[in-house]
């Protein structure tokens, strides 16, 4: 015989209102015991981070002892990194605001993270077109390669925008002679150039034009230079592969707006900032550097747009104070917690089974009937 039980018409405001209540508390849940999780490569990004920090105070201290106090409207991080408006070996005009979000060490964990994404492996020959307008990266991608163990080729130009390492008695020359022979650093630039417009910074003072001669001789580094761009360009080229030797140069870093590495502003805007694959369309019909490599299919790193840049690897712009290494999205990412949001959803399906289908809920949630008059008897199952 078949079994009859009474079963409610519908279910009552009480069981919605719970199960709802208790939805909401497990949302709450899920949102507050999120894990943090260490990203890809984090003991390279780590190290290279720590790397770039030393780095910076050496810099730091070597600037206060030849220059005198850092200025702080300038430099608000006291970084040492920030070079003045206006000097004889400026090239450019520059932003500010870019220069003063570059001093931070974890920039360099940024660049162990683009470089890993191009594909490099230990013991990979990486060109690099250095120019003085943004010194902390130029300290970042060291940084990374040593990190990582790569064997960088560079070229630096020794002149520098608005706010770059354009102090005629600290250039990126002597930055980076200063780290190596500190032993901070393990390498240094293969050569140098005046840098500046069409790379012999053109319409520079003769006063400037000495003072970037001077620092390219005290560096100890052979000079490029010729007046016609395409021959600049293939002296580069077999610069980087005649050290790389029979070793393929795996990817090019570009940093700043060198005209030749980049071909003019124009070039420098069609690459977008970071990892570039494939160059742009547009970009095949301008000869430089990074075209050169991009047409043989060697990966880009474009490291210009520096605030756009920040934004995307959430580092923070302008900083008031220099940022410990290991700050940041680039090591750790906070994620939901799968086991605790999978419990919780298995927790609400349950309640939802013994409230309802169950007709527990009608049990537990039924108070006394407040009318005294007949009722309509409820349907039988």
Same mark, same amino acid.
């Given at each position: 015989m078949k079994k009859i039980y009474w079963r409610p018409g519908k279910v009552s405001r009480r069981i919605h209102l719970f199960v709802a209540l208790m939805a909401a508390l497990g949302l709450l849940t899920v949102e507050t015991v999120k894990t943090r999780t260490k990203q890809p490569h984090y003991a390279e990004k780590m190290k290279a981070a720590r790397l770039m920090r030393d780095s910076m105070t050496a810099i730091r201290d070597?600037?206060?002892?030849?220059?005198?106090?850092?200025?702080?409207?300038?430099d608000p991080a006291g970084s040492g990194m920030i070079g003045t408006l206006m000097s004889p070996i400026t090239s450019n005009t520059g932003n500010l605001e870019a220069?003063?979000?570059?001093?931070n060490p974890n920039w360099a964990a940024v660049? &162990?993270?683009l470089l890993k994404r191009a594909g490099v492996k230990k013991g990979d020959y990486i060109a690099i077109g250095f120019s003085g307008s943004f010194p902390a990266m130029n300290l970042a991608t060291y940084c990374a390669a040593a990190a990582l163990e790569l064997n960088p080729v560079a070229i630096s130009g020794a002149s520098a925008s608005m706010w770059g390492a354009n102090?005629?008695?600290l250039t990126w020359l002597k930055m980076e002679k200063l780290l190596y022979d500190q032993k901070i650093l393990p390498f240094r630039s293969s050569a140098a150039t005046l840098g500046g417009q069409g790379d012999k910074a053109l319409g520079m003072s003769k006063k400037g034009l000495e003072l970037l001669q001077k620092a390219i001789t005290e560096s100890g580094l052979p000079m490029i230079y010729?007046? &016609?761009p395409k021959e600049n360009i293939d002296i580069r080229?077999?610069?980087?592969?005649s050290i790389a030797k029979d070793s393929p140069i795996v990817v090019y870093v570009n940093v700043g707006g060198g005209t030749v590495s980049v071909g003019?502003?124009?070039?420098?805007?069609l690459f977008k900032p970071g990892l570039n694959r494939r160059p742009p369309a547009r970009a095949l019909s301008l000869d430089s550097v990074m075209t050169r490599f991009a047409k043989d299919g060697v990966p880009i790193i474009h490291l210009s747009n520096i605030v756009e840049l920040a934004r995307r690897y959430q580092l923070p712009q302008t900083p008031q104070s220099v940022p410990s290494p290991g700050d940041g999205v680039i090591f750790w990412r906070e994620e939901y917690n799968l086991w605790a949001?999978?419990?919780i959803l298995a927790l609400l399906c349950g309640l939802l089974f013994v409230l309802i289908r169950m007709d527990l809920g009608a049990r537990l949630f039924s108070g006394p009937s407040k009318s005294a008059g007949p009722q309509q008897p409820q349907q039988m199952v």
């Open positions: 070597y600037r206060l002892k030849r220059l005198g106090p850092i200025d702080r409207e300038a220069k003063q979000t570059t001093v660049l &162990v993270d102090e005629p008695d010729t007046s &016609v080229m077999e610069t980087y592969k003019t502003a124009v070039g420098k805007k949001a999978s419990a």
